[in-house]
């Protein structure tokens, strides 16, 4: 079992950056695919980004290309996602998700692990 919690959610303007972090504990972190995904009220569950294992690929959504960065520690168990130049129709919850696969997937059914989210909120 793994242990996801998310933090670094907030209110920020439009072109403005948040960090995420997601601490993991419970079974070895180091040896799970990580991912981030957004889910906007009425909305289906996006994919935001992954990164494998040990941080050598990494996987985006085109629509954050450029702008997001996914990033990991397993020395500190967590998982980072640096968003910069925020757009409002970015505002969502966002999810941690640790995956058991030996590739970094983009669909929410690759991954066995939830966190229960953190609230982003980007103003016009």
């Known amino acids: 079992q793994v242990q996801l919690v998310e933090s670094g959610g907030g209110l920020v303007q439009a072109g403005g950056s948040l960090r995420l972090s997601c601490a993991a504990s419970?079974?070895?972190?180091?040896?799970?695919?990580m991912g981030w995904f957004r889910q906007a009220p009425g909305k289906e569950r996006d994919f935001v980004a992954a990164i494998n294992w040990s941080a050598r690929r990494t996987v985006y959504a085109d629509s954050v290309k450029g702008r997001f960065t996914i990033s990991r520690d397993n020395a500190k168990n967590t998982v980072y996602l640096q968003m910069n130049s925020l757009k409002p129709e970015e505002t969502a919850v966002y999810y941690c998700?640790?995956?058991?696969?030996?590739?970094?997937?983009?669909?929410?059914?690759?991954?066995?692990?939830w966190g229960q989210g953190t609230q982003v909120t980007v103003s016009s």
């Open positions: 998700a640790g995956g058991s696969n030996s590739y970094a997937g983009i669909k929410p059914a690759e991954y066995n692990y």
């Open positions: 419970g079974r070895t972190f180091s040896n799970y695919v």
